[in-house]
């Protein structure tokens, strides 16, 4: 089960931090996948972090903005979003990958969370 939180408010230009904790299996040699929705649009890969050697990809709208964490102690990955903007309004989900190698592709992905919504607005 992956459940994510920090979710919420914030101004344009301001930051958040979500997180996304594993129960009942191990984050640290899983691909994780940061993803988010918009209602009536397609689901967008935003980042991901490799299992296999921490390597990372990043969606071109968040790259200088956006950046990604795990702490295996905690069994959690962290997404730290900077400089945010209204167009970065969506429902944010993690997710797990048994893959080596991180992609920002949905269907690489079996284990999902429910989704928390960070709203950027004035």
């Known amino acids: 089960q992956l459940v994510e939180s920090g979710g919420g408010l914030v101004q344009p230009g301001g930051s958040l931090r979500l997180s996304c904790a594993a129960s009942?299996?191990?984050?640290?040699?899983?691909?994780i996948g940061w993803f988010r929705q918009v209602p009536g649009k397609e689901r967008e890969g935003v980042l991901c972090?490799?299992?296999?050697?921490?390597?990372?990809n990043y969606a071109d709208s968040v790259k200088g903005r956006f950046t990604i964490s795990r702490d295996n102690s905690k069994n959690t990955v962290f997404l730290q979003m900077n400089s945010l903007k209204p167009e970065d309004t969506a429902v944010y989900s993690c997710?797990?990958?048994?893959?080596?190698?991180?992609?920002?592709?949905?269907?690489?992905?079996?284990?999902w969370g429910q989704g928390t919504q960070v709203t950027v607005s004035a």
């Open positions: 997710a797990a990958s048994g893959w080596a190698m991180c992609h920002l592709e949905a269907y690489e992905y079996d284990y």
């Open positions: 009942g299996f191990t984050l640290d040699h899983s691909s």
């Open positions: 972090i490799s299992g296999s050697d921490g390597s990372t």
